[in-house]
């Protein structure tokens, strides 16, 4: 009887605890939507902003976060993918593997800030590239870069053994192993890592603050070495550095929107990809 009292309780904390997260978020989001959600329209889209940001659109912060996220999935999504299947299928498993793990988990913890002062340092001072969409991108794919890679590898150990042995069996060379019979059961697991690391790079803005971000600049880029405003920059800046932050709240609300648009939009990708590969490969 103890013992089933003490299930219950764990249970119905356990649920108390997930209903309260799932509250607070659909508040937060539902305060969002219903504030921002006056402030959207083609002008406010596709507009220039005037007045430092205060006024007008925000096409070139749209414009400036699709370029970096997307910039920053091209390099860290194949790179974190091929860390992983190397760790997992090719590489010797002892202390020197067990320490690069450990290193790759710790990164994942490191602020982003952290992450802000190594691209800066490497990518706009060290090689040259100043405050610019490629230096901020490098910066926001080594950001994520250990998320994807710890993911993936899970989704790879995650395949049975018997499937590579079958492979090889049948005289199949391990790279065709891999990529036949490994690779479409684990692209599921791989890219749930990659939509955490896209929600993560979509919204940060310290990396983006040292590496490319620019307070205000109503134009579009023409290269990947032009500076370029972003949304999670813009939105810090209408909250805290404008001398009138209760004019520009509906600013404010309406660039938030946009932002969580633009992250569901990316996140929906992935989703769709996931269950394209999960219904086509089951086991």
Do not use: C
Not at 24 to 29: D, E, K, N, R, S
Not at 154 to 170: D, F, I, K, T
Not at 194 to 216: D, H, K, M, N, Q
Not at 223 to 251: N, W
């Amino acid at each position: 009887m103890n013992k089933n009292i003490s299930e219950n309780i764990i249970y119905w904390l356990i649920r108390i605890a997930a209903y309260l997260i799932v509250f607070v978020v659909g508040y937060i989001v539902f305060d969002i939507v219903i504030k921002g959600l006056p402030k959207l329209n083609m002008d406010f889209i596709m507009g220039f902003p005037r007045r430092s940001g205060s006024e007008g659109g925000i096409l070139p912060a749209i414009v400036g976060t699709i370029y970096l996220v997307s910039g920053a999935i091209l390099v860290a999504l194949p790179l974190g993918m091929f860390s992983a299947i190397y760790l997992t299928e090719y590489a010797r498993q002892g202390r020197f593997t067990r320490m690069i793990r450990l290193a790759i988990v710790t990164l994942a913890g490191v602020p982003s800030i952290v992450f802000g002062l190594f691209g800066m340092g490497l990518f706009v001072i060290f090689f040259g590239f100043g405050a610019s969409i490629i230096a901020g991108s490098f910066t926001l794919s080594f950001m994520i870069l250990p998320t994807i890679i710890v993911s993936s590898e899970e989704a790879l150990q995650a395949v049975p053994q018997s499937l590579r042995e079958g492979s090889l069996a049948l005289g199949a060379t391990q790279w065709q192993t891999i990529y036949k019979n490994v690779l479409p059961y684990a692209l599921p697991g791989m890219f749930t890592g990659s939509i955490l690391g896209i929600g993560r790079a979509a919204g940060e803005t310290a990396p983006i603050l040292l590496t490319v971000a620019a307070f205000y600049l109503p134009r579009l880029p023409s290269s990947i070495f032009d500076q370029v405003m972003a949304l999670p920059y813009h939105l810090y800046v209408l909250a805290t550095q404008h001398p009138e932050a209760d004019k520009v709240l509906p600013m404010q609300y309406g660039t938030a929107l946009v932002l969580l648009l633009i992250v569901l939009i990316f996140n929906l990708t992935a989703i769709f990809l996931r269950s394209y590969f999960r219904k086509k490969y089951k086991w």
